[in-house]
């Protein structure tokens, strides 16, 4: 079992940008792949993205292709989200999670994703 913790939510005004921290912890960490969820308001959870457990692979869901970084340092058990041109349509809990799949196949696995943080609450404001 992973534990892990995000930081670094904030309000934001449209355009901006916003990085997330999730650290996390547990004898075997490195052997997990790590990725993000947000869900909005009266919305379900949808997969933002995720990097393998090498560092070497990222894999992005469509809601924010393209306007989000995901990296890896393994040496502080460390993921970060880089958020660009944000807009009020990205407020949302952003959700850190640990899990064993493939990095492609953790979208679809979001009733089942092994461990799951507490959220970091992301609004952005016109």
């Known amino acids: 079992q992973v534990q892990v913790v995000e930081s670094g939510g904030g309000s934001v005004q449209t355009g901006g940008s916003l990085r997330l921290s999730c650290a996390a912890s547990?004898?075997?960490?490195?052997?997990?792949?790590m990725g993000w969820f947000r869900q909005a308001p009266g919305k379900e959870r949808e997969f933002v993205g995720a990097?393998?457990?090498?560092?070497?692979?990222?894999y992005y869901g469509d809601s924010m292709k393209g306007r989000v970084t995901i990296s890896r340092d393994n040496a502080k058990n460390t993921i970060y989200l880089q958020m660009n041109n944000l807009t009020p349509e990205d407020t949302a809990v952003y959700y850190c999670?640990?899990?064993?799949?493939?990095?492609?196949?953790?979208?679809?696995?979001?009733?089942?994703?092994?461990?799951w943080g507490q959220g970091a609450q992301v609004t952005v404001y016109s």
């Open positions: 990097v393998s457990q090498s560092v070497a692979n990222t």
């Open positions: 999670v640990a899990d064993r799949s493939a990095i492609a196949a953790m979208g679809p696995r979001v009733g089942t994703v092994d461990d």
């Open positions: 547990g004898r075997t960490v490195n052997r997990y792949a």
